[in-house]
């Protein structure tokens, strides 16, 4: 089924009001759209739809990020594969994983035994100077901040392709780094018990003066 969303304005107005009534001039925000009420169990409603916005102080992250990959698996077949909702079961499991082994973020390879994403994070390999990331067809999220990597890669002429690639490659891969809409690019210093090069990594620095400066350039009037 499909939910019918607000006007795009409906969505800016409602951010903006949940950040004043919260003093905030920057802000982490979750906006969630519902198909409103309905009956108990798996059927839907008539009702319309419903959207609720909570907002937060955005937090800083540390310089790199450490990973550890976790031994569940995303599904690519699954309905929900590649859908952002608020079933978080897997993701609260394997972060708190991750963060008993001392790591910051989770991994997770797909039923393919295929490099998939993280908890909340899209992941990024460097190999043989290529930058690398899991297709949406593994069954990743299509992050905004992946798609901005992506194109802004393409712009400053770094080599970067979608690929398919095998969950090992963690552990021959030159450099490595995640992005979200609230890490842009963040380098990682250690995938399991593999020290990586972090901020150090020639090219991560290459894609992150490439993100800023592609972002810099879409915000110029």
Known sequence: ??????EYDVYLQAMLDTMQANDLADARIRVTLTSGDGPLGSD?????ATMTVAATALKPWPPTETVMVVPWTRNERSALA???STSYGDN????????EQGAGEALFANTRDELCEGTGTNIF?????????????SGCLAGVTRALVLEACAAAGV???????????L????????????RDVHPLSR??????PGVSGAVTQRVAQAFQDFVAGRDDP
């Open 1 to 6: 089924m499909k939910i019918t969303a607000p």
């Open 44 to 48: 839907r409603g008539e009702a319309p």
């Open 82 to 84: 590649g859908i952002k």
């Open 92 to 99: 609260v499991r394997a972060l708190a994983l991750a963060h």
């Open 125 to 137: 390999i460097v190999t043989a100077g290529v930058v690398k990331t899991p297709p949406l067809s």
């Open 159 to 169: 080599a970067v392709e979608e690929a398919e690639l095998p969950i090992e490659a």
């Open 171 to 182: 552990k021959t891969c030159e450099e490595a780094f995640l992005t979200s809409s609230t």
């Open 191 to 196: 995938i399991d018990q593999r020290d990586m």
